[in-house]
């Protein structure tokens, strides 16, 4: 909360401006919350609520003032956030897991930001300013915003001894994350190891990290998840299935086959209510789909981890904090699903159309 409130100080000069603090707030959180749901609902959807209430904007007739705008740009920005960092998301991990398994490429912390840093910018330059023109807000004068994050800086205080901990063990996670190419450390015991610092220094104590039902679910279920994917590819089961469904981009020049691919990856997330049940269930076979239309190992792998963070902006139930910026009632379902679609095919320009020539560029493929 704390970060979310300083960007809107030093930040929110406009509407437009406010909207791009917002969109910091997710990518400064993203390497550090590895949830959609816990980083858009538990952080940015109580700033975005604070503010909208800060003028006086309400669900119903003063919901165009600028709460419309806010709710949408605070889901809008909060799943690319989840695409652009390996550890943005819980289940982008488990496809690197699948990415080794069945394409054969590392994608490593530093690997996954290569290929997504220009998308991504490019994204967050542009959703903002979208949005300003598919629900333009009505205020014009944000001093209401700045004053409200100034009295929710005085009133929570100098940064706490905790919160210093806390930054500074994030900080070092994040750092054995990106030089593991180097140290050849496994993530995941970087990972427990600033678990393991947050108990002994007292920052998280043992039953509030009981309390933390999503991280135990990602812990329990996903290993047998991955073991499980690993004996289908292993048993030519993948192989098959690929086969059977896709069948008809035989002899389709690999980039129209891969855009098909993702296309369809993209909008089947329709009958998804969750980023990771998608990205389990159908991650796979899409991957070994493209590699079979002789589609380069790595860009495949990168674009189908991206969409699988992309696609929850199409509805408002595609990801568990769309229902909460959604049922916030500041926007029609009507609304939502067309705004959702527009942004989808933004995505598709900037991901699937910039996307691959950038990654090339930077020699990734």
Request: hydrophobic share 50%.
């Amino acid at each position: 909360m704390r970060v979310g409130y300083l960007f809107v100080e030093w930040f929110a000069r406009t509407p437009l401006t406010l909207g791009y603090s917002i969109a910091a707030v997710g990518v400064a959180l993203a390497p550090f919350v590895p949830s959609d749901t816990g980083r858009g609902g538990g952080i940015m959807y109580p700033v975005t609520q604070s503010i909208a209430d800060a003028f006086d904007s309400k669900p119903g007739p003063t919901a165009r003032r600028i709460g419309s705008y806010l709710m949408l740009t605070g889901f809008h920005t909060n799943y690319p956030a989840s695409a652009l960092f390996l550890t943005s998301m819980a289940s982008n991990p488990v496809m690197a897991e699948f990415a080794a398994r069945i394409a054969h490429v590392n994608l490593s912390w530093v690997n996954w930001l290569r290929g997504s840093i220009l998308p991504a910018i490019l994204t967050f330059t542009l959703v903002p300013w979208l949005l300003m023109r598919l629900s333009p807000p009505e205020v014009r004068d944000t001093a209401p915003a700045r004053d409200l994050a100034r009295r929710e800086l005085a009133r929570m205080g100098k940064p706490k001894r905790q919160e210093k901990l806390l930054m500074a063990i994030m900080l070092g996670v994040m750092i054995g994350w990106i030089t593991s190419p180097w140290h050849s450390v496994p993530n995941t015991f970087v990972a427990l190891a600033g678990v393991c610092a947050i108990l002994v220094f007292h920052v998280m104590e043992w039953d509030e990290l009981l309390g933390e039902r999503k991280a135990w679910d990602a812990l329990i279920w996903f290993a047998p998840l991955v073991m499980m994917s690993d004996s289908l590819n292993e048993t030519g089961v993948i192989k098959t299935l690929s086969s059977a469904f896709f069948s008809r981009l035989h002899g389709v020049p690999w980039p129209l086959a891969l855009a098909v691919l993702v296309i369809g990856y993209l909008y089947i997330h329709y009958v998804f209510a969750s980023m990771t049940a998608h990205a389990l269930a159908l991650y796979p076979a899409f991957l070994a789909a493209a590699l079979a239309c002789g589609c380069p190992p790595m860009l495949a792998a990168l674009s189908f981890a991206y969409f699988s963070n992309l696609d929850a902006g199409i509805t408002h139930y595609g990801t568990g904090s769309a229902p909460l910026f959604y049922g916030a009632g500041y926007v029609a379902q009507g609304d939502w699903w067309r705004i959702g679609f527009i942004l989808s095919v933004a995505n598709l320009a900037i991901w699937l159309g910039i996307g691959p020539w950038w990654q090339r560029l930077v020699g990734l493929w």
